[in-house]
C-alpha cells in the first residue's frame, strides 16, 4: 500500500534558528535528516569522509532556500571533531543539535563464531566509539550553554537480535545505554540525549542494494522482500526515510523538551516497547 508521507506541518518552522551538525550526512539516512533539518529552518554543518557527495547535498539545501556548510572530518578523530566544533560556535554562534549518522563495517551476515577478536571489536565498537567522541564533544559545548539535544540511531536488532548479525545488535545495544547515561549526566545541565530507533529504510540505497542481492538468492522481486520484512511490523510495512527524518525533526525542536534519556521507535511498530 502506497504511503503518502506529510512533510511539513502547515506554517511552522520546528527548527527555526537551530545550528545543527550531521555526521555522515551523505548518507541515506544523513541525507534525508539534513535536508528535512533544513527545511524545518536550521543552520546545517554537514560532515563526512567524501567532501564531493556532502557539496551534492549542500547544493541542494541551498537551492532550496536552505543554509549548508561542509567539512571533511573523521568522526573517528577527537582533536578533528573538537576543532570543528569550535570553529562552528566561531561560525554560528552556537550549537544546539549535534546527531551521528556514520556507517561502519559492522560484518553483517557473519556468526560471532566465525570473528575474530579483532573483527568483532570493529564491528561492534567503532560506531559506537565514534559516538561517544562526538557527543561528549557536543555535550562540552551545550552544558556551557545550558542548553542542546545530541541524538543517536539504533534499530530494532538492538533489543531482538538475529543469528548472523556480526557486530550490529552489540553495537546498536551499546550505543542505546550510551545515550541513556549521557542523558542522565549532561540532563541537569539543560542537555537532552535521544537514541532514535529505526527499522529497514526500503527507500535507502544501501537497503535497496541488500534486497536487490537478496531477492537474486531467493528468486523474487526486492519489493517482495521488503513486503515480507514489513509483515513483522505493526503497521505492516517499513518506515520510510522521509518519516525517518520527520520524528528526528521533532525530538529535536523544542515541542519535545521533556523527552530524553530514551530510545524513541520510528520503527512502524517492528519492535513493541
Known amino acids: 500500500m502506497p504511503v503518502t508521507i506529510t512533510h511539513q506541518i502547515q506554517g511552522l518552522k520546528l527548527l527555526s534558528g537551530k545550528v545543527a551538525v550531521i555526521y555522515g550526512a551523505a548518507g541515506g539516512v544523513g541525507a534525508a535528516v539534513a535536508k528535512a533539518f533544513a527545511r524545518e529552518g536550521a543552520t546545517l554543518f554537514l560532515v563526512g569522509r567524501t567532501e564531493d557527495s556532502l557539496n551534492l547535498i549542500a547544493r541542494e539545501i541551498s537551492s532550496t532556500g536552505g543554509t549548508a556548510s561542509v567539512a571533511k572530518i573523521d568522526a573517528l578523530n577527537p582533536e578533528s571533531v573538537e576543532t570543528h566544533l569550535r570553529e562552528v560556535v566561531a561560525k554560528a554562534g552556537k550549537l544546539d543539535i549535534s546527531f551521528n549518522l556514520i556507517g561502519t563495517n559492522v560484518e553483517m551476515g557473519s556468526r560471532l563464531t566465525e570473528l575474530s577478536e579483532q573483527r568483532f571489536a570493529d564491528a561492534a565498537f567503532k560506531r559506537v566509539r565514534s559516538y561517544f567522541i562526538t557527543m561528549t564533544a557536543a555535550a562540552r559545548i551545550m552544558e556551557k550553554q545550558g542548553k542542546g539535544v545530541i541524538l543517536g540511531l539504533t534499530a530494532p536488532n538492538a533489543r531482538l537480535p538475529r543469528p548472523s548479525m556480526g557486530g550490529f545488535s552489540v553495537a ?53 522482500i521488503a513486503d515480507s520484512e514489513g509483515q513483522a511490523t505493526a503497521l505492516k510495512r517499513l518506515p520510510l526515510l522521509p518519516e525517518v527524518a520527520n520524528a528526528a525533526v521533532l525530538i529535536a525542536s523544542d515541542y519535545a523538551s521533556a523527552i530524553t534519556a530514551t530510545t524513541a521507535n520510528a520503527s512502524c511498530g517492528e519492535l513493541v516497547d
Open 172 to 224: 546498536g545495544a551499546a550505543i542505546e545505554a550510551l545515550c541513556r547515561q549521557l542523558a542522565f549526566e549532561v540532563g541537569p545541565q539543560g542537555v537532552r540525549v535521544v537514541c532514535l530507533r529505526t527499522g529497514g529504510t526500503p527507500d535507502n540505497p544501501v537497503l535497496q542494494r541488500v534486497f536487490t542481492h537478496l531477492a537474486k538468492l531467493r528468486g523474487t522481486s526486492s519489493q517482495a
